[in-house]
């Protein structure tokens, strides 16, 4: 069970533990209309929690760009466009009659750059009736219950990340029909970055897995043939129901979650239904 910091008298905010292994609810706020004191009770939430989820929020592109700009500077993602007079704000869209949904995969968000996301913010605009949901899944968690053997195996050990599993010429998204993910990037397509497997988060200092099977050729110094069994072995350990939890969404609602520890998968069981949200991101620290 998912548990707020014990340490944070949160005096501003209602923070309801989510079920499962991460996660927690934040009420009480309007993010809109949000002072520097109660933000740092959410910033201490989202550390302790990994996943904060909102509800009943009324946000414009500006104001989901303000309340992102809070936890860093802003990304921009490169392989779809956003929208106009917001650079950093991209909508995800699934007409009732695309096949394919954005995110269908276990992830953490642009991985594949120099600079790993170190957070997401997707707010919820037009959702179905039934399904859509998003899983979530502890990596902290997923490390600590590997064995002393395998941790001291996968330490030091780097992967291979890019985007070219999914946005490259014979990606994942190329012969889809889904229509947002057609804006090109060859340089960014194309990079290959190292980054560890295990993973020290830097502002708690816990140990995670960072090893996601869309966006990691395989691992450093070894070929992929040789790398598939081992990252088959980690992807399929690390999102194990006994490390995830599950948000529904509603009109309205914000989930914002931690890329250096968390790992995601957007639901596609709502055929014939419209799903339509707003996602911002916030670059990585530096150093890696």
């Known amino acids: 069970m998912a548990q707020a910091n014990p340490s944070v008298a949160y005096s501003r905010i209602q923070v309801e533990p989510a079920s499962g292994a991460l996660g927690a609810e934040i009420q009480g706020v309007d993010l809109a209309r949000l002072d520097d004191a109660t933000f740092e009770e959410i910033y201490d939430a989202w550390l ?6 909102f509800r009943d929020q009324s ?14 500077e802003l990304d921009v993602y490169p392989f779809i466009q956003p929208l106009p007079d917001f650079p950093h ?25 120099a600079r790993p996301v170190k957070a997401t913010l997707l707010y919820g605009i037009q959702v179905p009736a039934r399904g859509g949901d ?20 996968l330490d030091g050990l780097r992967g291979v990340f890019t985007a070219a599993k ?10 889809a029909d889904h229509p947002m993910a057609k804006q ?32 990691v050729e395989r691992f450093e110094n070894m070929r992929i043939s040789e790398s598939e069994p081992l990252m088959s072995f980690l992807a399929e350990h690390a999102t194990q129901h006994h490390f995830t939890t599950r948000f529904s969404w509603r009109p309205g ?28 991101t916030v670059k990585g620290d530096v150093p890696f």
């Open 48 to 53: 302790a929690n990994q996943v904060l989820f």
């Open 59 to 72: 946000l414009s592109p500006a104001d989901q760009t303000a309340f992102a700009s809070r936890f860093g």
């Open 89 to 113: 704000v991209i909508p995800i869209i699934k007409e009732k009659d695309t096949r394919m949904n954005f995110g269908g995969g276990w992830h953490s968000d642009m991985s594949y750059q």
């Open 134 to 153: 998003t899983l979530f899944a502890n990596m902290i968690a997923a490390y600590e219950a590997l064995s002393d053997g395998m941790k001291q195996m």
């Open 166 to 175: 999914v946005h490259g010429a014979e990606g994942l998204y190329q012969n």
């Open 184 to 215: 090109k990037d060859s340089d960014r397509e194309q990079a290959r970055h190292l980054h560890p497997v295990v993973r020290t988060h830097p502002e708690t200092g816990r140990k995670a897995l960072f090893l996601d099977a869309p966006h």
């Open 253 to 280: 609602s914000l989930a914002v979650w931690d890329n250096r520890c968390v790992q995601h998968y957007a639901l596609n069981d709502y055929a014939g239904q419209r799903r339509e949200m707003n996602r911002v």
